[in-house]
């Protein structure tokens, strides 16, 4: 017959109280754990100041490096591509010598337009 909710909940209650510790570690009955006498030694404000700011420094010269890494990557980036780029209107240039394509650009100059009162000045 299967078992109700609640007698399974009382035997899983049962069974974490039956695993819990004899003492707790937090009370200090247990050596080098927790506070007392017994337990762990403390940090030291002044030490933990002085390694807080080394830290901070390290983070700050890594982080100078890493960017100027990044920045000298971009420019050898832009600098390829200005080189492809160069070469890709070079070879259509060619190819458009080749399939007789002439690349010239005529600039029309638009007359200015004069209405009737400044053309008669009347």
Do not use: C, W
């Not at 909710?5 to 069974?15: F, G, L, R, S, W």
């Not at 974490?16 to 404000?45: M, W």
């Not at 960017?67 to 591509?81: A, C, F």
Request: negative net charge; hydrophobic residues 30%; proline residues 3%.
């Amino acid at each position: 017959m299967p078992k109700h909710y609640k007698e399974m909940m009382d035997e899983i209650i049962n069974k974490i109280d039956e695993d819990a510790p004899a003492n707790a570690a937090g009370s200090g009955n247990v050596a080098g754990i927790g506070v007392g006498p017994d337990g762990e030694p403390g940090v030291n404000s002044i030490k933990a100041m002085k390694r807080k700011k080394e830290n901070e420094k390290e983070q700050e010269k890594i982080s100078k490096k890493i960017g100027n890494l990044v920045k000298e990557n971009k420019d050898n980036n832009n600098i390829i591509l200005k080189q492809i780029l160069d070469t890709i209107d070079k070879v259509e240039l060619k190819i458009d010598e080749k399939n007789g394509i002439e690349n010239k650009i005529e600039v029309i100059e638009e007359k200015e337009y004069k209405t009737f009162r400044e053309k008669f000045n009347a």
